[in-house]
């Protein structure tokens, strides 16, 4: 009996302890972290939200503060869909991210112009390090009743003319097979990506607009293919 009494207040002890870990984890970011990104085309600032997609925005700060980004380029750019990148060294080649992480679409947040979202495959929960910008509103991208959605994270709040200017870069095949069309002729390069704000300072502005519903039918009637458009490369 005191043998079993000891195990069980070991495996409180145990369970307390990783409790506490992760509370850390979930606390180890203020609501509204902003990443500094240079690059070749120049530089630009991104606003994250902690609070509606905070596996999201956690795993993007660990690639972040690895520097697992730096050196990697925008490998896809769509004029009036997407810049999308974190997936690609400079000479083209994958790099191997980590894990895949579950899909937190269903936050509220709507694929508007300027939000930086997560690229995946069409598997729903097939996230790792790619991510994308919106060049124009992809409410298409948005989860609807019947299908998940891309996982919008963040927004641009410096730079954007920066993010346009390389939606208009000419592009075309890339040098490897799996980048076979949309790669910049020209690499664009990032140079860097910094967590600039680790204060809990309330966000540059109300981007946080929720998606409407009037705003998914629209889209629903549309039937693109703006789905496999969207998928990590």
């Not at 490897?176 to 990032?190: A, F, G, Q």
């Amino acid at each position: 009996m005191k043998n079993l009494l000891a195990i069980t207040i070991a495996l409180f002890a145990v369970s307390g302890f990783a409790l506490a870990q992760d509370s850390q984890v979930e606390t180890a970011l203020p609501a509204y972290p902003k990443i500094r990104i240079e690059t070749t085309a120049g530089n630009l600032v991104i606003e994250l939200f902690t609070s509606r997609a905070p596996l999201t925005v956690q795993n993007f700060v660990q690639y972040v503060e690895s520097g697992f980004y730096d050196g990697t380029v925008f490998h896809r750019v769509v004029a009036g869909f997407v810049a999308q990148a974190g997936g690609y060294d400079a000479d083209y080649k994958r790099k191997t991210p980590g894990p895949t992480i579950p899909n937190e679409s269903g936050n509220g947040l709507s694929n508007r112009r300027g939000t930086v979202a997560m690229a995946r495959t069409g598997e729903p929960h097939s996230a790792d390090s790619q991510f994308y910008i919106n060049l124009t509103d992809n409410t298409a991208l948005d989860p609807r009743p019947t299908r998940w959605g891309y996982t919008v994270f963040g927004r641009v709040i410096e730079g954007m003319e920066v993010i346009d200017e390389i939606g208009y870069r000419t592009t075309g095949a890339g040098p490897t097979p799996e980048l076979s069309k949309d790669v910049p002729k020209e690499p664009i390069v990032i140079r860097s990506m910094t967590l600039v704000s680790t204060e809990n300072e309330a966000p540059v502005s109300d981007a946080e607009a929720p998606v409407t519903e009037a705003d998914s039918d629209a889209e629903a009637d549309a039937g693109t293919d703006a789905d496999a458009d969207a998928d990590a490369q």
